[in-house]
């Protein structure tokens, strides 16, 4: 059987060169930085002095407390609304006020908060709840009797709260997304009304019998949105409270200290952070494992009636709310895109302007032909890539890849800027330096994984009968792949593309390192005109920036409709 | 040398507009070829550079974008500008270089930059020079010992980096809310306990945080001539002991008690505009015009500075050692110190930045130039603007920093 291991061995090879050599490389460099060693600095030998330095930083029990409950309490509370949601979508839990008139148009709304950029949202958020902020200026000053804005800690309250409902606005309509696209890998309605037959009440049949094998469906998108929440620089920068703040950012703000030798601490945060999340996420699936069991007993106990929960109303009143909340979000940062002074308690705008977009109609077009570019060959190689990767996998079987998996998403547990300085160096001993090329290479570092987890699951959840019928007929497995795999996933593998996109297009230290700064992107002009934070310029960019992942998820969407009304016809 | 200047071009000087036209060009690179220069010129022209430079600014990047397209046609030098969001990404960019053994063709052809991060490039050797003296426009500056040109927070540039634009530390407040600015730290404090939370400064580990607490420092410590000098762990103790007193003091009647702070300024400008707290500070006396001017702050926001004086530092930009397009980096910094370019700097209409040119070295056109500038309400005058206060030496702001975040991060 030797020759059925080549085409694997081949696949792990090119793997491990393109997507795994530079990870570990750039990491390598971390860790080495982290123990003392940076030959640029003129640092050689080995000492545990950075971590000394780290653990000596005042107020780092607060950052980790502040990150580990804002980590924590958003996905929680973003997966418990997604799941409620789906449940909503197939009509099992009750009324959701304004949003059941939408339900048909559901996967469309959520789109906008979806392919926003989280920095932009934070920023929406921040002004829709501050003292200053929106909220305050309807109501102001006839009811609230405020000519100035009171001293509220509604923004960077300094336990996260803020930062935790950001992070559950913008997550929700992903994991949202995820669950209904797993969902139609599970026969709802049938396994529904059999469990209704037996008399199970609804919400007891949804959470006994379909939430059990939705899980495991959506186990690593869950993941990536607690590692997100765990390491997100741009919402806490904007949402979180920073004396201190969050360890991501504690890293940050070592790694951007005028100070190079601070590099060293910052190296060791990294490390700590990335440490950090491996821990979470067994936590996580201990605590899952755990549900599971207790799930299982009640399972068997056999109780059919259940009540109305407090949890349920919770999840009622919450649901609408962070999905108005997302896009009032989006809404509030269009205004401010074409506003030239708004001061407080003013409802709107005193005076407008369209300054911002007709300048940009000179400077964007570059700046989004290279994000274009990168986004396009680096999700469109990303989903090429993870394609024949499972296809490897289902035709030769085997195990090694579970080490590697994890390995892919090594990008995504590390902090970006720890492993990026050392992969810029590996990249320049290559002799690649600048060019959209090697710009393409480090987002899809990053896309790569993404693209995977969100396509894994299906993939695997594959009725496995249709090949089966396949094969017997005598179809070869490549038209096995071609005209039934990738027809039947069509719409996961389109979601996972259109997942590549945005996060391509979100990247901003990758671009401007590893691109030199040469390659200027719609993100690296956003991001540093961001730092002056001028909410108008924040709108204009913010809006251009959602613009093209929103066609990719419109365009992910609507294509699949539209070759099941062809095949109708 | 340097005679292009002559009467006959000196009366048509007086337009900045003139600089496009291609007869000054011919008229400026015939009058500036020392052999050298001409040599500079020579391997300049052709290339484009990148100019690594913080991006936050919309008009400091339509003022580059204006330096790119003249000094393209006076020496088909181009500029791109690379918007950083903080300058140490820079700083790392060649340091990777370093470390990667790239010491030639470097990617980074010119940083604007002055202080910590001078310091730490300075140290690591990764700066390429002396070159400011090869520079002909260099005799516009004061170059003497000591000259605020030649000092970077009190680290000797010794030819490492060319000043473009003048900082000085200056607080922004809305003169139609406050009617009595504070122009002392004592009185800082007495309108803070008046005005609870209506007072913050950004976090310290931002350098405008850092400035604000040296401002502080420098008016309470007994002995300012002691921060000129490296900070010892005694003479930190010694000077900073008022500071604290004071800061202590102060701190319950900050914004949100003193428990959260801006990230930078420019957040905290927002913050001003939006009515959240009465005094924004900002390290650039134009920054209430310029605000104003851009809408993002009140017609009413006026500047002011304590009445012993403001900090007061130099921006320069410096050539990395490995940088791909040293020459014409060069013709670029001698463009910027040009009496013209600085002048077009400190309108207010286009930056309102204070040249950092020696006005003594200026004929008669020039001087004249810089007089006939627009002004603005919002925009004080030198003499409004007082003494200029040196920066401490680097380490006293690293101390300030740890020993800050030591007492008030939890």
Redesign the interface.
């Known amino acids: 059987m030797l020759t059925s291991h080549w085409p694997k061995l081949l696949m792990l090879i090119a793997l491990g060169m393109s997507i795994l050599l530079p990870v570990v490389v750039g990491l390598g460099e971390a860790l080495r930085a982290a123990f003392g060693i940076?030959?640029?600095?003129?640092r050689h030998s080995f000492s545990v002095d950075a971590w000394q330095q780290l653990w000596q930083?005042?107020?780092l029990i607060?950052s980790l407390r502040l990150t580990l409950f804002s980590g924590f309490a958003a996905t929680i509370m973003a997966l418990a609304l997604a799941i409620f949601g789906s449940s909503w979508v197939y009509n099992i839990s009750p009324k959701l006020f304004f949003l059941d008139k939408l339900k048909p148009l559901m996967q469309f709304i959520m789109v906008p908060v979806l392919a926003a950029p989280h920095a932009a949202i934070a920023i929406g958020l921040a002004f829709l709840i501050?003292?200053?902020g929106w909220l305050a200026r309807w109501l102001s000053p006839w009811l609230t009797n405020w000519t100035?804005?009171p001293?509220w800690?509604t923004v960077?309250d300094?336990w996260g709260l803020s930062l935790t409902l950001g992070l559950v606005i913008k997550e929700l309509p992903f994991l949202w997304l995820v669950c209904l696209v797993a969902l139609k890998q599970i026969n709802v309605s049938k396994q529904m009304s059999l469990a209704q037959s037996m008399g199970y009440s609804h919400s007891l049949a949804w959470r006994k019998i379909i939430i059990p094998q939705l899980y495991p469906l959506i186990r690593l998108p869950v993941m990536v949105v607690l590692v997100y929440a765990l390491s997100t620089v741009d919402m806490a920068?904007?949402l979180g409270?920073?004396?201190?703040p969050t360890l991501a950012l504690v890293a940050l703000?070592l790694?951007?200290?005028?100070?190079?030798q601070m590099?060293l601490p910052a190296s060791a945060a990294a490390i700590s952070l990335a440490m950090l999340m491996v821990m979470s996420i067994l936590l996580w699936e201990m605590s899952v494992r755990g549900l599971m069991l207790v799930n299982k007993v009640s399972i068997r106990s056999g109780e059919r009636a259940s009540k109305w929960t407090l949890l349920g109303t919770i999840l009622t009143t919450a649901l609408p709310i962070s999905f108005l909340l997302g896009l009032l979000s989006l809404l509030v940062l269009a205004i401010w895109s074409i506003t030239?002074?708004w001061?407080?308690?003013e409802a709107w705008p005193t005076?407008w302007?369209f300054d911002y977009w007709l300048q940009l109609l000179t400077e964007w077009p570059l700046a989004l032909k290279h994000s274009l570019i990168t986004a396009l060959m680096s999700s469109g190689l990303a989903l090429m890539l993870t394609v024949i990767w499972l296809e490897v996998q289902d035709r030769f079987g085997g195990h090694v890849y579970r080490a590697t998996l994890w390995l892919i998403y090594l990008p995504l547990l590390v902090p970006q800027i720890a492993f990026l300085?050392g992969l810029?160096?590996?990249f320049?001993?290559l002799g690649l330096?600048?060019g959209i090329g090697t710009v393409i290479w480090a987002h899809l570092l990053f896309v790569f994984p993404y693209v995977m987890l969100s396509l894994v699951d299906s993939w695997r959840a594959l009725d496995q009968r249709y090949l089966s019928v396949a094969a017997s007929l005598g179809s070869s497995s490549w038209t096995c792949l071609w005209r039934i795999k990738l027809r039947l996933l069509l719409r996961p593998l389109l979601i996972a593309w259109a997942i590549g996109m945005a996060v391509s297009i979100s990247q901003y230290l990758p671009t401007?390192?590893i691109g030199?700064?040469?390659v200027?992107s719609l993100t690296?002009?956003a991001?540093?005109?961001?730092?002056?934070?001028?909410?108008?310029?924040v709108g204009v960019y913010g809006l251009l920036q959602a613009l093209v992942p929103l066609l990719a998820y419109s365009f992910a969407l609507l294509l699949p409709r539209w070759f099941a009304l062809k095949h109708m016809k | 040398m340097m005679t292009f200047l002559n009467n006959s071009w000196a009366t048509q000087l007086s337009s900045i507009v003139l600089m496009t036209s291609l007869g000054f060009l011919s008229q400026m690179t015939h009058a500036t070829s020392t052999p050298q220069w001409q040599q500079t010129i020579d391997q300049g022209a052709g290339d484009t550079v990148?100019w690594?430079a913080?991006?936050?600014?919309?008009r400091t990047n339509d003022f580059i974008t204006w330096v790119g397209e003249q000094t393209e046609i006076l020496y088909d030098v181009k500029v791109k500008q690379?918007?950083?969001?903080?300058?140490?990404?820079?700083?790392?960019?060649v340091?990777?270089?370093?470390?990667?053994?790239?010491n030639t063709n470097g990617?980074?052809d010119m940083i604007w930059i002055n202080?910590?991060?001078f310091?730490?490039m300075k140290e690591?050797e990764l700066l390429h020079g002396p070159f400011v003296t090869d520079l002909p426009n260099s005799k516009y500056l004061n170059l003497g010992p000591n000259a605020p040109a030649t000092v970077d927070f009190t680290e000797a540039v010794a030819g490492l980096e060319v000043p473009w634009r003048l900082a000085r530390f200056v607080f922004i407040v809305d003169s139609k809310?406050v009617a009595q600015v504070p122009l002392s730290m004592a009185q800082m404090l007495t309108w803070a306990k008046a005005n609870?939370?209506?007072l913050t400064h950004p976090?310290v580990?931002n350098?405008m945080g850092t400035t604000f607490l040296k401002q502080a420092l420098i008016e309470l410590t007994p002995d300012v001539s002691l921060l000129q000098q490296p900070a010892t762990e005694q003479s930190f103790i010694a000077a900073t002991a008022p500071l604290w007193r004071w800061y202590d003091e102060i701190k319950p009647y900050l914004?949100?008690a003193g428990?959260?702070?801006p990230?930078?300024e420019?957040?905290q400008?927002?913050?001003l505009?939006?009515?959240?707290i009465d005094i924004a500070m900002a390290f650039d006396p134009a920054a209430a015009a310029a605000g104003i001017a851009?809408?993002?702050l009140?017609k009413s926001a006026r500047v002011f500075v304590p009445s012993q004086g403001s900090l007061g530092n130099v921006s320069f930009v410096a050539i990395p050692y490995n940088a791909s397009h040293r020459a014409a980096a060069k013709l670029v910094a001698n463009f910027l110190l040009q009496p013209e370019t600085q002048a077009r700097m400190q309108n207010i209409n286009v930056l309102g930045s204070f040249s950092v040119l020696d006005p003594t070295q200026f004929n008669e056109t020039q001087a004249q130039v810089f007089a006939d500038l627009p002004t603005s309400e919002a925009l004080p005058t030198l003499t409004e603007l007082g003494p200029t206060l040196l920066e401490p030496h680097a380490s006293w702001g690293?101390k300030l920093k740890q020993q800050w975040?030591?007492r008030?991060?939890?």
Request: hydrophobic content about 35%; glycine content about 8%.
């Open positions: 940076l030959p640029a600095l003129g930083l005042p107020g607060s501050a003292p200053s100035l804005p001293d800690a960077q300094l920068q904007i409270p920073n004396n201190p703000r790694y951007t200290d005028a100070n190079v590099l030239w002074r001061s407080f308690p005076s302007s300085y810029k160096v590996s320049l001993r330096s600048g401007l390192l030199a700064g040469r200027e690296t002009e991001v540093s005109l961001a730092s002056g934070a001028d909410r108008r310029l | 990148y690594h913080w991006g936050g600014d919309v690379v918007k950083l969001s903080s300058t140490s990404e820079a700083v790392t960019q340091l990777a270089e370093k470390a990667a053994g790239q990617t980074v202080g910590a991060n310091l730490a690591q809310r609870p939370g209506r976090v580990s350098f914004w949100r428990k959260n702070f990230e930078n420019s957040i400008q927002q913050m505009s939006d009515g959240a851009s809408g993002l009140p690293e975040s030591q008030y991060s939890q």
